[in-house]
């Protein structure tokens, strides 16, 4: 594949990319309208039309692995391992 295809596939993605945010940024939006009308409902649980959505809180124990380094250093060290991966990025 040539420099000149290159760069036009990179130009494609980034305009597409643009897109994506604008599209991401607008769904956010219109999920936190309607996130406040849930609240100032006071319900978890609404109906429109066909569609049920729902905002509830959840509750999740999870490790809490940077105290546990803290309190048993040697011990954390002995059960983590290095892993691999790639980043693609574009500037």
Do not use: H, W
């Amino acid at each position: 594949m040539s420099t000149n295809e290159i760069t036009t596939k990179i130009r494609r993605m980034k305009r597409l990319q643009a897109k994506a945010d604008q599209l991401s940024a607008e769904i956010t939006t219109i999920q936190d309208e309607l996130k406040a009308i849930m609240l100032e409902q006071d319900t978890e649980e609404l109906r429109a039309g066909e569609y049920k959505i729902r905002y509830a809180l959840i509750t999740s124990n999870r490790f809490d692995s940077k105290a546990f380094k803290a309190a048993y250093t040697a011990l954390y060290e002995q059960f983590t391992k290095p892993t691999t991966s790639r980043r693609f990025s574009v500037t």
